[in-house]
């Protein structure tokens, strides 16, 4: 089984700090990760996804099969960027299903 | 397009009695997944249905059940609710069955008394 791990659930950065938020995995097959954000009073909406190795918002993610992790890094925190940020991994389930398994979430506060 | 829609946004329910929470896909997508999420927790998987089908089903109960219409909009159904089944519930639709990217509805949050 999947297991998504996301070790901190609050992290407090000063605006124009470097900031990551990390995100450990287990899985026996080939592991497709997702980050995804949730603004305060918005839906859940995607951020960004390790195949497409893009830069959103500033934010980056890499994929690091040998530690498992895919830790979710910009270099200079904006208040803006203050929200519920969850890691995700995509499974095939027996029935063909595909499945997101979330971590718990890290709120993320970006001070003035 | 208004994206995935959900309703109601809000509901209370005592517990014994069944609830049906309905969910409206993007335009064009064909499939929708369910997911609970209790307070303090990320999104917990129940249920994905493609092309009418059952697709996946997550750790829940027979009490939940749900089904999707040719329109593709889907409801999910609890059945003798429990003070525990009190969360937050998404619906996400995606393209196709292995659609990659799932795109969220803004969720019904329910209250069991």
């Known amino acids: 089984a999947q297991r998504v791990t996301q070790p901190e659930k609050l992290l407090s950065v000063f605006k124009g700090a470097p900031v990551e938020l990390k995100c450990n995995y287990s899985y026996s097959g080939s592991p497709e990760l997702f980050w995804y954000v949730q603004y305060s009073r918005q839906r859940l909406q995607l951020l960004l996804r390790h195949i497409s190795r893009e830069s959103i918002k500033g934010f980056t993610a890499d994929l690091n099969k040998g530690e498992t992790s895919f830790h979710l890094k910009k270099p200079f925190a904006q208040e803006e960027d203050s929200a519920m940020y969850y890691c995700?991994?995509?499974?095939?389930?027996?029935?063909?299903?595909?499945?997101?398994?979330f971590g718990s979430g890290t709120q993320l506060t970006v001070l003035p | 397009d208004a994206g995935v829609t959900q309703s109601p946004t809000h509901l209370i329910k005592t517990r014994g009695q069944h609830v049906t929470l309905r969910c409206s896909p993007i335009s064009g997508h064909k499939s929708v997944s369910w997911y609970q999420q209790v307070l303090g927790q990320g999104p917990q998987f129940i249920f994905q249905y493609y092309e009418k089908e059952e697709r996946g089903r997550g750790n829940f109960p027979d009490r939940f059940s749900a089904r999707q219409f040719p329109n593709y909009s889907s409801e999910l159904n609890v059945n003798a609710l429990l003070l525990g089944d009190s969360a937050l519930y998404l619906c996400a639709s995606s393209f196709a069955q292995n659609g990659q990217t799932q795109y969220f509805g803004p969720g019904t949050r329910l209250l069991v008394l």
């Open positions: 995700a991994l995509s499974a095939t389930t027996s029935g063909s299903a595909r499945q997101l398994t």
